[in-house]
């Protein structure tokens, strides 16, 4: 069985390596910002698949490691905004301070969205232009913002599981998602694991933030590195406030199963991806 956590650990740290190469230069406040938000550390999923996709359909890591780079950007520039007083008002992000906190508010809106521009500067390194598209579809209102809108326009009103189901494919699954495929573009992936690909990262999308729903309610702020029990109080939609905790945690173990179907032609090529939905539904940050 797979050390998940350890062989994570180790690709989280091969590509903070790899992320120093795309950091932005400059010694201006929003410079500053971008570089603090970005080397802030987190579990680095949404890269570490790109590159696994990549090796698993037999390309060169390094020809993926642009777009590595551009996801993980702009999901850090999601999280700026995000933490921001007019969205969720958090105050902690990854065991620090949230960018606002620590370079105000002015500033860190403009970091999220140099990040964002960066985002595909860097991804064009790549010379692969399907996978800016698929970038910018994931990134906008067909994907996360689209998401983002779902959320905040539902608070305090209730959702059925279908509308939470889209939430959740956008908001949180649609970088996911896109983190998979464009591995599976830089490496010129055939058809049959491209679809895999796809059915992995749609049900993995759902699983990630339904642990996080989880953990929301079962977790600390010490252990997550971000605020806990936020949700409850602001009215937000969350698999827990739909289904109860005993249920949701019946469904990411559903979920987890999915994913693992999906990919298991290809688990002795990539033990990690394999693995890797067990040890969402098992963890505990």
């Given at each position: 069985m797979t050390d998940v956590q350890?062989?994570?650990?180790?690709?989280?740290?091969?590509?903070?390596?790899?992320?120093?190469?795309?950091?932005?230069?400059?010694?201006?406040v929003v410079a500053q910002a971008m570089r603090y938000s970005l080397a802030g550390g987190g579990k680095r999923i949404r890269p570490i698949l790109a590159l696994e996709f990549c090796k698993l359909n037999?390309?060169?890591?390094?020809?993926?490691a642009p777009l590595a780079a551009a996801i993980e950007m702009i999901h850090c520039y999601s999280l700026i905004h995000d933490d921001?007083?007019?969205?969720?008002?958090?105050d902690l992000r990854r065991g620090r301070l949230s960018c606002h906190r620590m370079f105000g508010e002015q500033s860190a809106l403009l970091a999220g969205d140099a990040l964002l521009a960066e985002a595909f500067t860097v991804a064009a390194?790549?010379?692969?232009?399907?996978?800016?598209v698929v970038l910018?579809?994931?990134?906008?209102?067909?994907?996360?913002?689209?998401?983002?809108?779902?959320?905040?326009?539902?608070?305090?009103?209730?959702?059925?599981r279908a509308q939470l189901e889209e939430m959740n494919q956008k908001k949180t699954g649609a970088l996911i998602s896109a983190a998979c495929e464009l591995g599976c573009l830089a490496a010129g992936a055939a058809p049959e694991k491209l679809q895999a690909a796809r059915r992995y990262a749609d049900a993995l999308g759902l699983l990630?933030?339904?642990?996080?729903?989880?953990?929301d309610v079962t977790?600390?702020?010490?252990?997550?590195?971000?605020?806990?029990?936020?949700?409850?109080?602001?009215?937000?939609?969350?698999?827990?406030?739909?289904?109860?905790?005993?249920?949701?945690?019946?469904a990411a173990k559903e979920?987890?199963?999915?994913?693992?179907?999906?990919?298991?032609?290809?688990?002795?090529?990539d033990e990690l991806l394999f693995c890797l939905p067990q040890w969402l539904v098992e963890r505990e940050y």
């Open positions: 350890g062989v994570l650990k180790e690709q989280a740290e091969r590509f903070e390596e790899m992320l120093r190469g795309f950091l932005p230069g400059g010694d201006g037999g390309g060169d890591p390094a020809k993926a921001l007083p007019c969205m969720d008002n958090d390194q790549a010379d692969c232009m399907p996978a800016i910018a579809r994931a990134a906008g209102e067909q994907g996360m913002i689209g998401g983002q809108w779902i959320d905040l326009s539902h608070e305090n009103k209730r959702m059925n990630f933030q339904l642990t996080d729903d989880i953990l977790s600390s702020p010490e252990v997550l590195g971000k605020s806990a029990g936020k949700d409850e109080a602001a009215g937000k939609n969350t698999w827990v406030s739909l289904l109860g905790l005993d249920r949701a945690r019946a979920l987890a199963a999915l994913a693992r179907h999906a990919i298991a032609p290809f688990a002795e090529e």
